[in-house]
C-alpha cells in the first residue's frame, strides 16, 4: 500500500513556471514506478510522464517533451514535475500515480491514485 499526496497546483500566466510534488507513503518508495497524467475538462486522463524506479529511465508525452521533466528524490519519497513554458492547454487537474511494476503510459496499469492538484493556465 502507499498513499500519494499532491502539492504545487496553481493560476500561472502563459509562458510560467511550477514545480508539482507527490510526497508517497511508506518506506517502499524505490520500489515503485511513478508517473503524472493530468486530465481536462470533459477530457479523458492523459499520460504525461513516467520515471522508472531507479530514476535512470523516463518517459514524456509529445505535448510536453522538452517543457516538463520528472524527477524523484527516492530518500525523500518524493516524485516532482518541473513545468516550464506552461500553455493555456496544459490547464488540468494532474495526478501523480504509482505501481510496483516497470514503466507504463496507461492509466489503467496503475494501482495508485493521489487526489490530484488543479494546474490553471491563464493567457
Known amino acids: 500500500q502507499v498513499q500519494l499526496v499532491e502539492s504545487g497546483g496553481g493560476l500561472v500566466q502563459a509562458g510560467g513556471s511550477l514545480r508539482l510534488s507527490c510526497a508517497a507513503s511508506?518506506?517502499?518508495?524505490?520500489?515503485?514506478?511513478m508517473a503524472w497524467f493530468r486530465q481536462a475538462p470533459g477530457k479523458e486522463r492523459e499520460f504525461v510522464t513516467t520515471?522508472?524506479?531507479?530514476?535512470?529511465?523516463?518517459s514524456y508525452a509529445d505535448s510536453v517533451r522538452g517543457r516538463f521533466t520528472i524527477s524523484r528524490d527516492n530518500a525523500k519519497s518524493t516524485v516532482y514535475l518541473q513545468m516550464n513554458s506552461l500553455k493555456p492547454e496544459d490547464t488540468a487537474v494532474y495526478y501523480c500515480?504509482?505501481?510496483?511494476?516497470?514503466?507504463?503510459?496507461?492509466?489503467?496499469?496503475?494501482?495508485?491514485w493521489g487526489q490530484g492538484t488543479q494546474v490553471t493556465v491563464s493567457s
Open positions: 500515480a504509482a505501481r510496483p511494476s516497470v514503466t507504463s503510459t496507461h492509466p489503467e496499469s496503475y494501482d495508485y
Open positions: 511508506g518506506r517502499t518508495f524505490n520500489s515503485y514506478t
Open positions: 520515471i522508472s524506479r531507479s530514476g535512470g529511465f523516463t
